[in-house]
């Protein structure tokens, strides 16, 4: 854990709290509860007709992915790039839903996280993983795909619309931020903090390297003190009619300045914000999200 609490500021010190010390976090069960579903973090999801996956050797690493649904020449593929810390059982509900609608629909753990194993001698960067999902697409044999991103998966998603054009229908960004000054303090957040406890037990459960969660944090966390770190010119090459910038109203981890500062940037992008949400809105809500979705993706 050498160098972790020099990040506190970045990430609100709710990650390495939840490492050291899970006890102090609050009770799941009232978070699951509550009313208000920008309170809640209801339980992770699971991928339907869960088959365990496959495993792609790709840049020197096992990249797990599932995919769901045949081809379907008139529609391309849909990516679902999870957040920092989890997994891609978060899209299950989006994922059953996109089942049997014509998709084909692909899940991925991004490196490290989940099932996809890392090269720990390598700091982790958006490039990188953003270069794995690319050369799933290779390994697929898939010449295009829309994206859905969640937090770091959504900058995961910019950053190859950014970089590989070619390759990217549409993009779904929730919850991105273009910068770590972005970030906003999540010490306080029951929910968030409730996130990064169950994140560490889901590590442990799915993980081909469950011991060594503390160098998984420690990478993740220094990526997150230094990236992204893009500027307006960086969005140039992005295809902003195919984009919407999406994030819930309540929001407890990204300064909403960063969702108006990339629409502004990409103006002919669209800009969504869902109602009564927070950084979890796809599970919390998933039936606005779904039907966001839907009307974005869905669409001819």
Known sequence: MV??????????QAALLAYCSPAKYPDESTVIRSPKRWLSLPPTPSLPSYSGGKYAKINNIQL????FGPSNPHRSPIFFLH???GNSDYFGEQVQFFNGKGFKVVTVDSRGHGRSTTD???PLSYDLMSEDFVALL????????SFVGWSDGAINALNIAAKHPSRVDKVFAFAANYNPSGVMDTTLSPVFSTYVNRTILEYNRLSLHPDRYDEFLN???Q????QPNWTESFFSTINATNVWIVDGDHEEAVYRSQQDDMARWLPDAGQLLLPQVSHFAFIQD????NAMLWSFLGRD
């Open 3 to 12: 160098g972790l609490a020099s990040l506190l500021g970045v990430v609100g």
């Open 64 to 67: 797990w992915y599932d995919s």
């Open 83 to 85: 957040g920092g810390l």
């Open 120 to 122: 720990f001698d390598i």
């Open 138 to 145: 290779d390994y697929l044999h898939i010449p295009k795909a």
């Open 219 to 221: 990478q993740i966390l």
């Open 223 to 226: 990526m997150w003190q230094e």
């Open 286 to 289: 998933p039936d606005i999200f």
